[in-house]
Structure formats: structure tokens, C-alpha cells
């Protein structure tokens, strides 16, 4: 029997070896770090506690340059220089919408380019982050979906997203200065950016990780959402693995119009979905499951998609998030009617379940949901295209 790939697609990550020259030390578990300060020369007995002080000036403090840890000895200081280096991805640029959502395009290692989203509320900091350059999805209604994949994201390059924009929005604490002294402006972190997290499982795994060490970032788990297409096999994993909570892209309450919505569903239709995520709860120990529904005009919004979504999700502990359609240039659909939103959310409700209509944000610097889209891998495709037909 011949055996298939791992479902994480990790051929398309950064390989793991280590690389010529320093070292980048972000995005390394406790357990990776403590081994490549071993190999690059820490005494096996120093290191449990030398990684515990790296990891706090990384993670809690946002220190860069080896030579500011001052409570490492000024030779070990300069041996971690020579070897290593703390490397996020670069800024290209940021846009800020009229109604305060800040848009970062970033560039990781070989020139691609994905998009970060920072959606201040009243009473949280939302921070959008992407898994993949592109998507393998191609949900229609979603603009991402039309860039083809280019590759995973490294562990580094997820968590390097939400450093980034801690600096942006200066948010690291002083060296000493007691915890819970200055705002937390990054209060929760979604994985609703470009691509599918759970086909680059373990870069997404480790990199939340990091986010939920309490000698660090220190976000809780449950200010922490992955959102999901629907990929069956990996979401118990998910639960015992990582213990967020769990958002579902839905957006359809018939096989028929999800496969056109979510070709995923095609591999893993709506019961087959259901039914794993019936277990979610209680395995992550999370209180209720998210199901996201973007209202396409005269798609999905009907009463009887209203009522059928409350029968398929009954006994399933659920909120159920309202998305008015981001419109795109060039998309197929409409956003449907404000009263017909307002409607499908009314029968949700009197069924006994939340379920807020969210306000767009961003739409102005198309940073709203399903809009993210790199502009150099939109410019790179044109010119491929254009080579192509030069070549015809």
C-alpha cells in the first residue's frame, strides 16, 4: 500500500535543517531551543536555565540584540551572537483604516509577502494573523482563496506576525518593570489570515505555543481561535494538541452549496464535519465552537437556511458569527440585504443561539475578512502570466 502525505503539507515549509550561518532562534520550542544552544557549545547543565532567560528577554521583553540580556555573562553574550540571531519578518508597509484597524504587509524568508491584521475594539485587541502564503482552498467567495499556495509558514514566521506588531504598537514591557503595568493592547490572537492552519498543523502548534507560555507573550488559550475550513482529521488534534478555541468557516446548510463555497467539503461534507466537531468541547475543554457564516445574496440566506443551520448544529455548544460579504474586485457574489441579515440572525437567536451580525472592518484598506491577498503575489501572477503569453 502505497502511503500518502501527512495532511500538513510540510514539504511546503522552510526546510528544518539547520542553515548556513546564524541561527534564528524565534519560533523554536523550549525543547529546540535548549538543543541548539547545546550543539552550539552551552554546558548541558547550564541549559534548562539559559534557555529560561533567552526566552524571557525574547518573548517577554521583545529584546533583539544578544548583547542587551544583561543578566548573561558578557562572553556567553558574545558566543550567542556569533551563533545566533532573533529575526522576525519585515514590515513592508502598514495601512490604517479610518476606523483604526492597522494592516501590515510582511515579507518572509524568499521575498513572499502575507498580510497582518490589528482590530482594536473597545474591550480587546484582535490580531489577524496567517499560516500560508496563499490557500490550497479556493473558497469563491474569498479573495485569498484566488492566490494559489506558495508555501506553509515556519513556526518563526507565525509567531514573528504577532511580535511584529507588539513593536508596532509598542507593547512590550520594560526589562523589570512589574507584569499587568502597561495595557494589553494584543489581547486575543485569531488564525484567520491567509491560509488553512491546519494543513501547516505543527508550525501553527509550536507557534501558539510560544503565545501561551506564561514566561512570555502569556496569552491564555482561550483568547486564542483557529479558524478552520473543515479538515477533519486534524482537528482532535487541535483539542489535545493545542487547546484553542475553535472557529469553523460554515457558510452553507446544504452538501450542494458548500461544495461550491468550501470545495473542502467535497473531501469531508457537513455531517462528516459535524461529528468531529461534537467531540471538540469537551477534548479542548473549550467552552463552545464558533461557526462563521458569510451572507452571500440569495445564497445562503434564506429562512430555511436559517432553520436548517439551528437543526444541523443542534446539541453542538455554538455561537454563530454573522458575516456581511466583503466585496472584492471581480467577486461573484453580493453581500445580501441588511433587514435579510438581520432576519437569518433573528431565527438563529430565538433558537437559542448568540449570534451577532459582525461589523466589517477595515474596508477601506481591503483588510476585512476574505479580502487579504498579497499584493506582490497578485504582481508576481500577472507576470507570469504575461510571460506566458509572451511565450505562446
Not at 531551543?33 to 557549545?41: D, K, Q, Y
Not at 490550497?136 to 485569498?144: A, D, E, N, R, W
Not at 504598537?169 to 491567509?194: C, D, F, H
Amino acid at each position: 500500500m502505497t502511503q500518502t502525505a501527512p495532511i500538513t503539507q510540510d514539504v511546503l515549509t522552510i526546510p528544518r535543517k539547520l542553515p548556513e550561518g546564524p541561527v534564528n532562534l524565534v519560533g523554536l520550542t523550549r525543547e529546540a531551543l535548549r538543543e541548539v544552544l547545546i550543539a552550539h557549545g552551552t554546558p548541558e547543565k547550564q541549559a534548562k536555565m539559559r534557555v529560561n532567560q533567552i526566552w524571557q528577554w525574547i518573548y517577554q521583553w521583545g529584546v533583539r540584540d544578544f548583547h542587551a540580556m544583561t543578566n548573561l555573562a558578557k562572553a556567553y553574550r558574545a558566543q550567542l551572537s556569533e551563533n545566533f540571531v532573533v529575526a522576525i519578518p519585515e514590515v513592508v508597509s502598514k495601512q490604517v483604516s479610518a476606523d483604526g484597524t492597522r494592516k501590515y504587509l510582511v515579507r518572509i524568508a524568499g521575498g513572499h509577502e502575507v498580510e497582518v491584521v490589528y482590530i482594536p475594539e473597545t474591550d480587546r485587541g484582535t490580531l489577524c494573523i496567517s499560516s500560508q502564503v496563499g490557500c490550497t482552498l479556493t473558497c469563491s467567495f474569498c479573495h485569498t482563496g484566488t492566490q494559489k499556495l506558495v508555501r506553509n509558514l515556519t513556526a518563526g514566521e507565525i509567531i514573528g506576525q504577532v511580535m511584529l506588531a507588539r513593536d508596532d504598537l509598542n507593547e512590550w514591557p520594560k526589562p523589570g518593570e512589574p507584569a499587568g503595568e502597561r495595557p494589553r493592547l494584543i489581547s486575543n490572537i485569531v488564525l484567520m489570515g491567509m491560509g488553512e492552519p491546519l494543513y501547516n498543523f505543527d508550525n501553527v502548534r509550536d507557534a501558539m505555543k510560544i503565545a501561551m507560555d506564561g514566561e512570555g507573550i502569556s496569552l491564555s488559550r482561550r483568547r486564542i481561535t483557529l479558524s478552520t475550513s473543515g479538515v477533519v482529521p486534524e482537528i482532535a488534534k487541535t483539542a489535545e494538541e493545542i487547546g484553542c478555541l475553535l472557529a469553523v468557516s460554515f457558510h452553507a446548510t446544504t452538501d450542494e452549496v458548500r461544495d461550491t463555497l468550501v470545495p473542502i467539503n467535497k473531501k469531508w461534507n457537513i455531517a462528516t464535519l459535524l461529528e468531529t466537531l461534537r467531540d471538540y468541547p469537551r477534548l479542548s475543554n473549550s467552552e463552545r465552537i464558533t461557526f462563521e457564516y458569510v451572507m452571500l445574496k440569495g445564497v445562503n440566506d434564506s429562512d430555511a437556511d436559517a432553520r436548517r443551520l439551528v437543526q444541523l448544529i443542534k446539541g453542538i455548544p455554538a455561537k454563530i458569527n454573522l458575516i456581511p460579504f466583503n466585496e472584492w474586485p471581480g467577486s461573484p457574489y453580493q453581500r445580501s440585504d441588511w433587514e435579510r441579515i438581520e432576519r437569518f440572525a433573528d431565527i438563529i437567536y430565538k433558537a437559542g443561539y448568540a449570534s451577532p451580525i459582525r461589523t466589517p472592518r477595515g474596508e477601506d484598506i481591503m483588510a476585512a475578512c476574505g479580502q487579504l491577498k498579497s499584493a506582490t503575489e497578485r504582481a508576481r501572477k500577472s507576470r507570469a502570466q504575461i510571460e506566458a503569453e509572451v511565450g505562446h
